[in-house]
């Protein structure tokens, strides 16, 4: 009796956030767009949680979609609070398992999903072969630098189609870089640009299989999928220290003779070459570029599995 009291309450949440959420044509002329009740931003009526304010639009539990009644506190199945969880680490209101913020796991399907995640063997060879993509990335950096005094064409490199859908693969299965200090010294590199931009696109290739195939188990529910691919964010940057020539333009005021000929900025009068005398002493800004050996911090992509 009780199971079906909470299916009914159920329908009639569903019903009434339709009506909440109703064609408005007010809002950016979408028929299908209404206003969060708690922050007033733009929602569609399909939407459980507002992405503005993270705050759940529905009465069903948001953590693992079961029924609930208005008077429950925590949900029956999962136990998750109704009013959300606040992520101890960064303060944020939560309704789903994970932070949307910072991705800890807030809920124990959340922390089995990262088990599952560590033996998952499709991650540990994902994690493989963008660790290599990541290695080749440095190398063919790396190779640009010792030729730059050969190289004449400054366009910069653009994506291929396989990498921009390497790309898209990698978002959907949650891959994010996040940054880790780390130092790494500096490799040279004994191959060409092209050779290894070469092995880089087999390595894309090699992914996208991999990617591919990696997508939660079929009849899984929505929580269960977006807790299958935010278990599977194991990116992070690397930021490591190297010293290299570093070229500034600075500003300084510098006083230089204008000739009243020429209106030519001299270091002298004796530096104009007009026969007839005349000018004056001026001081003027201007832009001098410096050159020198620093110690610069720069990034590469590292992937590991998430700990």
Known sequence: METNEREQVRVRADEQMREAVKPDANVNGN???GNCPYCGATVEADYEICPACGHKLVEYC???GANM??????CPECGMPSDGITCPDCGTLNFRSFC???DRPLSRAARKAIEKAKADPKVQEAVAILAKMAELEAEMQNAENDDDEGVTDDTPHEPTEKELRLRELMGKVGFKPAEKPKSQPKQ????SREEIQAEYQRMVEEANKVLESMVPPAGSTPQEQRNYSTARKIAVMETYKEKEMV???VKED???WICNKCQIFH???QECGVRQYGGHWVTRTIDVVQTSLEEVEKQRKVYKRID
């Open 31 to 33: 028929a299908g767009s």
């Open 62 to 64: 948001t953590f693992c």
């Open 69 to 74: 009644l208005p008077t429950d506190i925590d």
């Open 100 to 102: 949307r913020k910072c």
């Open 188 to 191: 040279s590199s004994s191959r």
């Open 247 to 249: 070229t500034r333009t």
């Open 254 to 256: 510098r006083l230089g």
């Open 267 to 269: 270091r002298g009068p």
